[in-house]
C-alpha cells in the first residue's frame, strides 16, 4: 500500500496542469474510505495544493423518505441514495461552478446536513468518497466517466465484518442490533461493491 505522501505525489501528478482534478475513492462499507480521503487531503494541502473531500453519503434518502418506499431496513444498499442528484453535483464540480454547496451526512444523527460545506472555483483537487462511486448498475454507472482517477479499497471481507460490527458497538448500539446492521445489511452492501464494481486506476 503506497503511503499518503506517494499517493498524493501520484496524484499530483496524475493532474499536471489541470485545474480541477476528480479523484474518486471507491470501496465497500468499513473498507476506510473517510479516513483515506480526509489523510489524503491534508496530505496534498502540506504538498501546497488545494484540495477537499466531496462524500457520497450526503445523497442518502431521508429516512422519512426510505420508511415510505419500505426501504429503511436496507439504508445504504444503492437504491436508498438519490444517485441522479449526485452525478449532477459531479458534473457542477466538473465544470468548475463557483461556490457549490454539498450536503453531508452526519453519520452519529443518521441524516443528510443540506449546504454543509462549500467548493471554490479554485479547489484543484476534489476528493469524492463512496462505496458505489465504481457500481456497474443502472445510474451508478454514469459516475465513473467523471472521475479523472480512480482508486479502490479492497478488503478481506471477514475484515470488514470486524470494522462494522466494531464501528456499530461505537455508536452506541447493543451486541444484537451492532450484527443486525453490520451482518443484516452492511455486509450485503459491501458484497455488492466488491463483486459489481468496474476496475479502478488503482486499487489498494
Do not use: C
Request: hydrophobic share 45%; no cysteine.
Amino acid at each position: 500500500m503506497p503511503s499518503q505522501s506517494e499517493l498524493a505525489s501520484l496524484i499530483r501528478q496524475k493532474a499536471a496542469g489541470a485545474l480541477r482534478f476528480l479523484v474518486g475513492i471507491a470501496g465497500p462499507p468499513g473498507a476506510g474510505k473517510s479516513t483515506i480521503a480526509e489523510s489524503l487531503r491534508a496530505e496534498l494541502v502540506s504538498q501546497g495544493e488545494s484540495a477537499i473531500v466531496v462524500p457520497m453519503d450526503g445523497f442518502h434518502f431521508d429516512d422519512a423518505v426510505l420508511d415510505a418506499r419500505g426501504h429503511r431496513s436496507r439504508k445504504g444498499a444503492p437504491h436508498t441514495f438519490d444517485v441522479a442528484g449526485f452525478e449532477v453535483l459531479l458534473k457542477r464540480i466538473k465544470a468548475r461552478e463557483s461556490d457549490i454547496a454539498i450536503p453531508v451526512f452526519d453519520r452519529a444523527q443518521e441524516f443528510s446536513r443540506a449546504g454543509a460545506s462549500i467548493i471554490s472555483a479554485d479547489t484543484k483537487f476534489i476528493l469524492v468518497e463512496g462505496n458505489y462511486l465504481l457500481l456497474k448498475q443502472a445510474g451508478w454507472q454514469n459516475l465513473k466517466p467523471l472521475f479523472d482517477f480512480t482508486v479502490f479499497l479492497n478488503v478481506p471481507e471477514a475484515e470488514l465484518e470486524r470494522r462494522l460490527l466494531e464501528r456499530w458497538r461505537g455508536f452506541g448500539f447493543d451486541e444484537a442490533t451492532a450484527r443486525e446492521k453490520a451482518l443484516g445489511n452492511d455486509i450485503p452492501n459491501a458484497k455488492t461493491v466488491l463483486r459489481e464494481s468496474a476496475k479502478a486506476d488503482l486499487v489498494i
